[in-house]
Nanobody, 124 residues
Framework: EVQLQASGGGLVQAGGSLRLSCAASGLTFADYAIGWFRQAPGKEREGISSIDSSDGSTVYADSVKGRFTISSDDAKNTVYLQMNSLKPEDTAVYYC?????????????????WGQGTQVTVSS
């Protein structure tokens, strides 16, 4: 059974940092691309970053470029999202997901497995 466990969310002041983790069981991240998504109240889920394990290539949404960094530790089967310079508009539930598509975009239907989400709240 494939499981993704997202963690690391919390409450932080604007300008602060958090590091989210996404740990997988039942699959090997090295065979997949991993994406981070977020969903704010009343808004659609949006993709913010992805990493393709085949070549380490990364993609960032414009809204987080330069502030967030995605990375992977294949030995731990874990992907991280380092979030710096957080803004109140970053407040959302953050999800990780995996896809077998090489160099995927942020189309939700392309992702095969999803984690349960972790809440990030940024206060002003």
């Amino acid at each position: 059974e494939v499981q993704l466990q997202a963690s690391g969310g919390g409450l932080v002041q604007a300008g602060g940092s958090l590091r989210l983790s996404c740990a997988a069981s039942g699959l090997t991240f090295a065979d997949y691309a991993i994406g981070w998504f977020r969903q704010a109240p009343g808004k659609e889920r949006e993709g913010i970053s992805s990493i393709d394990s085949s070549d380490g290539s990364t993609v960032y949404a414009d809204s987080v470029k330069g502030r967030f960094t995605i990375s992977s530790d294949d030995a731990k089967n874990t992907v991280y999202l380092q979030m710096n310079s957080l803004k109140p508009e970053d407040t959302a539930v953050y999800y990780c997901a995996v896809t077998s598509i090489v160099e995927p975009g942020f189309i939700l239907d392309e992702y095969d497995y999803w984690g349960q989400g972790t809440q990030v709240t940024v206060s002003s």
